[in-house]
C-alpha cells in the first residue's frame, strides 16, 4: 500500500512539473508577463546598438522585443531560462549557442525557413535579472556564425550589466 501511495505521489509531483513549463513563446511571455517589462526596437534602434556595442550582429537584426524581468533571484533566473529553453524548443527552434561566464548564461536559438535565419532568441541571465531578445532578422548560416565568433564572455558580462 505505500508504495502505490508513494508511486502515486511521484506521478502526480511529474505531472504538475510538466504542467509548469511553457510549450511555446506565448505560453512564456504570458507566464512571465506581469513580472516583466516588454520594449519593442525598432531596426534603427538595433544599428545604433550595434555601434555604441561594437559587435555586427546588431547589424542584421530587423527588428526586436526586449524582454526583461527584474528582481530575480538565482532559483527564478533557472525557472525562467528552462521555461525559455522548453518554449523554443516546442517551437522547433534550434539551440545553436549556449555559454557561461561566471554567474551569467547567454543561449541563443534560431529558426531556419528556406535556407535563411529569419528568427533569433537570446536568453541572458545574471544579476537578478533575465533579459529575452526576441528579434526577426534574414540571413546565411555563414553570416550569422561570423557575427556569433565574434562575441567573447566580455559581451556577454557587459549584455548582463546592462540589465543592473
Given at each position: 500500500?505505500k508504495?502505490?501511495?508513494?508511486?502515486?505521489?511521484?506521478?502526480?509531483?511529474?505531472?504538475?512539473?510538466?504542467?509548469?513549463?511553457?510549450?511555446?513563446?506565448?505560453?512564456?511571455?504570458?507566464?512571465?508577463?506581469?513580472?516583466?517589462t516588454?520594449?519593442?526596437?525598432?531596426?534603427?534602434?538595433?544599428?545604433?546598438?550595434?555601434?555604441a556595442?561594437?559587435?555586427?550582429?546588431f547589424?542584421?537584426?530587423?527588428s526586436?522585443?526586449?524582454?526583461?524581468?527584474?528582481?530575480?533571484?538565482?532559483?527564478?533566473?533557472?525557472r525562467?531560462?528552462?521555461?525559455?529553453?522548453?518554449?523554443?524548443?516546442g517551437?522547433?527552434?534550434?539551440?545553436?549557442?549556449?555559454?557561461?561566464?561566471?554567474?551569467?548564461?547567454?543561449?541563443?536559438?534560431?529558426?531556419?525557413?528556406?535556407?535563411?535565419?529569419?528568427?533569433?532568441?537570446?536568453?541572458?541571465?545574471?544579476?537578478?535579472?533575465?533579459?529575452?531578445?526576441?528579434?526577426?532578422?534574414?540571413?546565411?548560416?555563414?553570416?550569422?556564425?561570423?557575427?556569433?565568433?565574434?562575441?567573447?564572455?566580455?559581451?556577454?558580462?557587459?549584455?548582463?550589466?546592462?540589465l543592473k
Amino acid at each position: 500500500m505505500k508504495k502505490i501511495i508513494g508511486l502515486s505521489l511521484v506521478m502526480v509531483l511529474i505531472t504538475f512539473a510538466s504542467c509548469s513549463s511553457t510549450k511555446n513563446m506565448q505560453e512564456f511571455y504570458s507566464k512571465y508577463d506581469s513580472q516583466s517589462t516588454v520594449i519593442p526596437l525598432p531596426s534603427f534602434a538595433l544599428k545604433l546598438a550595434g555601434k555604441a556595442g561594437g559587435t555586427d550582429l546588431f547589424n542584421y537584426l530587423k527588428s526586436a522585443k526586449v524582454f526583461i524581468i527584474n528582481d530575480a533571484g538565482e532559483g527564478k533566473q533557472k525557472r525562467v531560462m528552462r521555461d525559455l529553453e522548453s518554449s523554443v524548443r516546442g517551437e522547433k527552434y534550434e539551440n545553436l549557442v549556449k555559454l557561461k561566464a561566471k554567474n551569467n548564461n547567454l543561449n541563443v536559438a534560431i529558426k531556419e525557413n528556406g535556407g535563411r535565419i529569419n528568427k533569433m532568441i537570446f536568453g541572458i541571465n545574471g544579476l537578478n535579472n533575465v533579459l529575452v531578445l526576441d528579434s526577426n532578422l534574414n540571413i546565411s548560416r555563414a553570416e550569422l556564425d561570423n557575427a556569433l565568433d565574434k562575441i567573447n564572455t566580455d559581451d556577454i558580462q557587459e549584455l548582463a550589466n546592462i540589465l543592473k
